[in-house]
């Protein structure tokens, strides 16, 4: 069951990741946060750009790498590419890349969720638990209602620190923003519930 959470963790972050960071003009207008310069991609850009989102969504990220590090290169203030370049290089376990183009993301703007997430999930990577579990909460205080982030989290206090309560309660919040679509999770919440409901008799 942990391998199945594990890999499920990544995979959930980079949809959410994907879906958010696609963008050709990458920008937070919330009160207080930086907004990162509009980029202007090409028609070419902009079709490589998108075969590369396309190319991670179906598990092939090493094909991703080559056309978003171009782009990195020719554009290196777009968030998007240096966030999904970061996924790319962490679903294909090359830990150091990824934590260097996510560095690079956080550079632009310090204030994006997605990048928090992402080195939370560099750090689990790393066995750095407690960087992780600051990354995640960073990613909460800035975005409090980001699924992922609850769900990463609750899958580091179930997993690493078998700390069931505070488990629950992150993955209670994953489902509630998630409408209960995801069955798994929500099947092996109830496993937990019940142990925890034993435990405490």
Same mark, same amino acid.
């Given at each position: 069951?942990?391998?199945?959470?594990?890999?499920?963790?990544i995979?959930?972050?980079?949809?959410?990741?994907?879906?958010?960071?696609c963008?050709?003009?990458?920008?937070?207008?919330?009160?207080?946060? *930086?907004?990162? =310069?509009?980029?202007?991609?090409?028609?070419?850009?902009? =079709?490589?750009y $998108?075969? *590369?989102?396309? *190319?991670?969504?179906?598990?092939?990220?090493?094909?991703?790498?080559?056309?978003?590090?171009?782009?990195?290169?020719?554009?290196?203030?777009?968030?998007?590419a240096?966030?999904?370049?970061?996924?790319?290089?962490?679903?294909?376990?090359?830990?150091n890349?990824?934590?260097?183009?996510?560095?690079?993301? =956080?550079?632009?703007?310090?204030?994006?969720?997605?990048?928090?997430?992402?080195?939370?999930?560099?750090?689990?990577?790393?066995?750095?638990?407690?960087?992780?579990?600051?990354?995640?909460? $960073?990613a909460?205080?800035?975005?409090?209602?980001?699924?992922?982030?609850h769900?990463?989290?609750?899958?580091?206090?179930?997993?690493?620190?078998?700390d069931?309560?505070?488990a629950?309660? $992150?993955?209670?919040?994953?489902?509630?923003?998630?409408?209960?679509?995801?069955?798994?999770?929500?099947?092996?919440?109830?496993?937990? =519930? $019940?142990?925890?409901?034993?435990?405490?008799?």
């Amino acid at each position: 069951m942990k391998n199945l959470h594990k890999k499920a963790t990544i995979c959930l972050a980079f949809v959410v990741i994907l879906f958010s960071s696609c963008s050709n003009t990458p920008s937070d207008t919330r009160k207080g946060t *930086a907004s990162a =310069k509009s980029i202007e991609l090409n028609t070419e850009e902009q =079709k490589s750009y $998108q075969d *590369a989102l396309e *190319a991670i969504k179906a598990n092939e990220a090493e094909r991703a790498i080559q056309p978003l590090v171009k782009l990195s290169n020719s554009h290196p203030e777009h968030l998007g590419a240096w966030i999904n370049l970061a996924n790319a290089y962490l679903k294909g376990t090359k830990i150091n890349e990824a934590e260097n183009a996510a560095s690079r993301a =956080k550079s632009i703007n310090s204030r994006v969720a997605e990048v928090y997430n992402l080195q939370g999930l560099i750090a689990v990577h790393k066995g750095e638990y407690a960087n992780a579990e600051k990354n995640y909460q $960073q990613a909460l205080q800035i975005k409090e209602n980001y699924p992922a982030a609850h769900y990463n989290l609750a899958l580091l206090y179930d997993t690493y620190y078998q700390d069931l309560d505070r488990a629950i309660i $992150q993955y209670d919040r994953y489902l509630q923003l998630s409408d209960g679509t995801d069955k798994k999770t929500l099947g092996w919440v109830e496993e937990l =519930k $019940q142990k925890a409901k034993r435990r405490n008799k």
